[in-house]
Nanobody
Framework: QVQLVESGGGLVQPGGSLRLSCAASGNIFSMYVMGWYRQAPGKQRELVATRTSDGSTNYADSVKGRFTISRDNAKNTVYLQMNSLKLEDTGVYYC??????????????WGQGTQVTVSS
């Protein structure tokens, strides 16, 4: 079983910055894709950014140039640096990991979510 623990959410003013972290633990053999999704009130969950094990990244158009996803493979951790935050960035941010675990094989895991609120 793979567990994801997120941290770093909070309240920030428009134009501010936050850094989210997501640490994976468990019987992990490899992690192909680590990413972040978000869900605003009354809306569906949407992709924010992903990063593959070979370094390829993918960003939602709405966050390009403002958010940066990175990962520390040694720590099994993925980060999301969020700059120039806007009101519309408000939501619950979820970490997602796809990979392979020892014995049990392929997995997809979600974190519990961390609230990001952008407000003046």
């Amino acid at each position: 079983q793979v567990q994801l623990v997120e941290s770093g959410g909070g309240l920030v003013q428009p134009g501010g910055s936050l850094r989210l972290s997501c640490a994976a633990s468990g019987n992990i053999f490899s992690m192909y894709v680590m990413g972040w999704y978000r869900q605003a009130p009354g809306k569906q969950r949407e992709l924010v950014a992903t990063r593959t094990s070979d370094g390829s990244t993918n960003y939602a158009d709405s966050v390009k140039g403002r958010f940066t996803i990175s990962r520390d493979n040694a720590k099994n951790t993925v980060y999301l640096q969020m700059n120039s935050l806007k009101l519309e960035d408000t939501g619950v941010y979820y970490c997602n990991v796809e990979g392979t675990a020892w014995v049990t094989g392929k997995f997809t895991s979600w974190g519990q979510g961390t609230q990001v609120t952008v407000s003046s």
